[in-house]
């Protein structure tokens, strides 16, 4: 289960006396901070409201910031959640920041399986084209989404004992 919030990081003091503004994206126990390029004084952080309470036109500014980031990674934990597909971090971190470090490793399999398809059309028979179609669509049973670099040996191993159950 993973959860989100934004948090003052105390731990960090800036040399102006600012503390910068981390999200934290908690999975199984075990947490990750990423810097949202906001900072503010300690005593103007309002820990419940999850915003800076000093009125000013930076700060509300980093509000909009604050308020983005909590939006958009509240929206990819909940599109997980009813995909039924399990967070990771390096899954959250591509949607999140919209990048990836190897664009490879983020292609969807079945995009890639179809784009494979698609190029050997007129080199395979129609029956092994239909074959590979019907794996894909019970890989899809199993998950309803799968990036190339997810699939190792864990994964296939949970795939072959769901689909044999």
């Not at 960090?12 to 075990?30: A, F």
């Not at 959250?92 to 919209?98: Q, R």
Request: glycine share 0%.
């Amino acid at each position: 289960m993973a959860s989100i919030s934004v948090i003052l990081r105390k731990s960090y003091k800036k040399t102006d006396n600012t503390y910068p503004v981390y999200l934290r994206l908690t999975i199984n126990r075990k947490s990750k901070f990423y810097s949202l390029n906001v900072s503010c004084l300690q005593k103007y952080w309002d820990s419940k409201k999850l915003r800076i309470n000093f009125k000013n036109a930076d700060n509300d500014k980093a509000n909009l910031v604050i308020e983005k980031a909590l939006k958009d990674s509240k929206s990819i934990l909940f599109n997980d959640k009813i995909a039924n597909i399990k967070t990771t971090f390096e899954s959250f971190e591509n949607l999140f920041f919209g990048k990836t470090k190897n664009n490879d490793d983020q292609l969807s399999y079945f995009d890639f399986v179809k784009e494979q398809i698609a190029l050997r059309e007129n080199t395979v028979s129609k029956v092994h084209t239909k074959s590979c179609e019907y794996e894909i669509e019970k890989l899809k049973r199993f998950r309803k989404q799968v990036l190339i670099s997810e699939i190792d040996y864990k994964f296939c191993r949970n795939m072959k004992n769901t689909c044999v159950e």
